[in-house]
């Protein structure tokens, strides 16, 4: 049935002429010289598999067309709406349908066309806001617009996007439909998840997007084909969440709905997109093709759930047996051998047999990139599902008795037991836990980990008070955590604390505290911080800010060759002791997690690791190599437990010391996407 009413859309939509914008006012219905039905057809067939190419083909003439003599695009010739939004939006539609343009507006001058269009600016304040990103009174759907363009050209705007953050969480969706034309809310949803799914890490906003899509919905206040469509496809922009019955019923009836209201010639009612006073402008091509768009991507979705006995489903499947050591020997074959020697693969299923398969969780091989460094490390984390087995409540697994001979390991329960109870500082707070394995040497008996708290990221702070409050929210996380996992052996002492107040509170308004990490394995007192979206263009500032006693040239100096590599996803990584050391990570990726076959700038980064002497030829090979996806098959009783992961190449991570040599390593990812049992 979804089959054939996605292939009545788009034989209707062929048949259609060149998508129009239509006005409707009380005398009556009339088209509008308008490019945005032709961006929005082009945006929603790019995501349904190449549907109505001869459509998307006229769409893409008539953006060509209407493009002005100024290189931009508007709304339409009598609209007040700032050309910034529609030119980006164009500009990401075209690019998505791989159409060249000569020459492209750059993004810059969008943004200062934008900043130039607001009221009340003087010349001044506008470059100003041009140059900081950020406009107080700005249109939301115009800024994710400018945002998603942003993305697309490997660059962030973190005061922008810490200005949406605060608008959706404080107005919502209905508080920042506006503009003239105003966007309709669902639109408005539809082009802000776009952006969130592009850059892939908005926390602070997939959260109150999503409680408010389904909100909505639940409410009844979602009416008409189009307006469905659009909060389906926000939803699945946002990816899947940790309900996932609630998600998927949520999407099923709304495709049921889409599927009651398709007329027989294929198409839907034409529903307002945009609304200036009494004028109400909609589009049916835009219309159709917002609704192939979110059936294209339900049927993806659950063609994908057909093929799994759901995992992600408490109590789906049989709890799992055994260790890990059989999962980390299944994967031998996909082990490289220029990055897993022998020795390596040895000491990982000796490790193995210490950690239950049921301490579920995403793992993960810290890599070095030069050759004789033959050492592989194991990296396992540990979301809420695994709270119950690390404190001791799991009903069908245990950690191994001897792992409690040692002291870190109690801690460990503690820590746990701690993070498990409901409504609890930790249960809020807390998004993830990880143990690190290093390998170094023989397992030791019992292996001991670094451990890493994983803090949720907080509301951008766009103002001194969400400063504060952020502020506040990682120090009360760590004083509530830490003493936990370092016991009275590394106590948080008065120093300590002051270096990681000062960490805290100099953190730029789109950067978050991503991790505290406690070297459980190497028996050391310091604590490091991992700091996630700090823009390169404040790394220096932040340093000197914090007193980081490193070698700010260094540090310099990287940034001028990775930069021009487009790397535009950084983490970094200081350590307290309880001043801070003169040591520092840089960690390099791209922005949406790309791999390596749709980002060909891993290529370029990795052969200029090459070219610098910081990594062998064969380990670069043998990372590209790396992404894609692998089956694992477990004996389990009478059946065979088909385990399907996923492959990624993580990041890079640069390590400079103020020696003249840097040290690269490379993180590989392993994550469990689908799990079913078959009968032998």
């Not at 670094?450 to 502020?471: G, M």
Request: aromatic letters at 6%.
């Amino acid at each position: 049935m979804l089959d054939g009413a996605i292939g009545a859309a788009v034989a209707a939509l062929e048949q259609l002429p060149v998508a129009e914008m239509l006005a409707s006012t009380g005398a009556g219905v009339h088209s509008v010289d308008s490019p945005a039905a032709a961006t929005l057809v082009l945006l929603a067939l790019a995501e349904s598999e190449g549907a109505a190419h001869a459509h998307g083909a006229s769409c893409m003439r008539r953006l060509l067309s209407s493009r002005a003599s100024t290189g931009f695009w508007r709304f339409s010739s009598d609209s007040g709406r700032s050309e910034a939004g529609e030119s980006a939006r164009a500009l990401v539609a075209l690019r998505q349908w791989n159409m060249p343009l000569d020459p492209p507006p750059a993004l810059a001058a969008l943004l200062s066309r934008d900043v130039a269009g607001a009221p009340g600016q003087t010349s001044s304040e506008s470059r100003a806001a041009a140059i900081e990103g950020v406009l107080p009174e700005a249109d939301v759907a115009m800024t994710a617009d400018l945002l998603l363009l942003a993305a697309h050209e490997g660059r962030s705007l973190p005061g922008r996007a810490a200005l949406v953050s605060e608008k959706v969480r404080t107005q919502g969706l209905l508080g920042c439909a506006r503009g003239e034309p105003a966007v309709s809310p669902l639109l408005l949803g539809y082009l802000l998840t776009r952006w969130v799914r592009h850059v892939g890490d908005h926390w602070q906003l997939a959260v109150p997007l999503r409680a408010e899509l389904i909100s909505l919905w639940e409410k009844g206040e979602v009416r008409g084909a189009v307006n469905v469509a659009l909060a389906m496809s926000a939803l699945m922009n946002l990816g899947r969440p940790t309900d996932v019955n609630l998600f998927e019923r949520t999407l099923d009836s709304m495709a049921a709905l889409l599927l009651r209201e398709q007329s027989e010639e294929g198409l839907w009612p034409v529903a307002p997109l945009y609304e200036a006073g009494d004028v109400v402008y909609g589009s049916l091509e835009a219309s159709a093709a917002l609704c192939v768009e979110a059936l294209v991507r339900y049927v993806r979705i659950a063609r994908i759930a057909a093929d799994r006995t759901d995992n992600f489903l408490p109590g789906a499947l049989p709890p799992r047996s055994g260790t890990w050591k059989e999962t980390l020997a299944a994967f031998d074959s996909d082990y490289p051998p220029a990055l897993f020697s022998p020795e390596s693969r040895a000491r990982l299923l000796a490790l193995g047999e210490w950690l239950p398969a049921a301490l579920e969780g995403d793992g993960g091989f810290e890599v070095r990139l030069l050759e004789g460094t033959p050492r592989v490390d194991f990296i396992l984390g540990i979301k809420h599902d695994g709270q119950a087995l690390l404190a001791g409540r799991h009903p069908h697994s245990e950690l191994p008795a001897p792992l409690f001979a040692a002291p870190e390991w109690r801690r460990i329960r503690d820590f746990a037991r701690a993070w498990a109870e409901p409504g609890g500082l930790l249960d809020r707070e807390v998004d993830a836990f990880w143990l690190e394995f290093d390998l170094d040497a023989p397992v030791a008996s019992p292996p001991l980990p670094i451990v890493f708290l994983c803090t949720r990221d907080q509301p951008v702070a766009v103002n001194e008070a969400l400063h504060r409050q952020k502020s506040d929210t990682y120090r009360a996380t760590l004083h509530a955590g830490l003493p936990l996992l370092r016991g009275d052996e590394a106590p948080l002492t008065p120093e300590l604390q002051r270096g990681m107040d000062v960490c805290i509170e100099a953190l730029p308004p789109g950067a978050h505290l991503y991790a505290a990490c406690v070297m459980m394995s190497r028996r050391s007192k310091n604590l490091r911080f991992t700091l996630k979206n700090v823009p390169p263009e404040s790394m220096v500032a932040y340093l000197e800010a914090v007193a980081w006693p490193g070698d700010i040239q260094q540090l310099r100096d990287t940034l001028a060759w990775v930069l021009p590599l487009g790397v535009n996803r950084f983490m970094l990584n200081l350590d307290l002791a309880p001043q801070l050391l003169p040591t520092l990570g840089l960690e390099c990726s791209f922005q949406g997690r790309a791999q390596p076959a749709e980002e060909p700038r891993w290529q370029r980064l990795l052969d200029e690791l090459v070219t610098r002497g910081l990594c062998a030829p064969s380990r670069r090979d043998a990372l590209l190599a790396w992404p894609g996806r692998t089956q694992v098959n477990l004996s389990a009783g009478s059946a065979t437990r088909e385990s399907v992961f996923d492959k990624r190449l993580a990041h890079v991570k640069l390590g400079l010391t103020g020696a003249p040599v840097i040290e690269a390593k490379a993180y590989l990812a392993t994550h469990r996407t689908s799990e079913l049992l078959r009968p032998r």
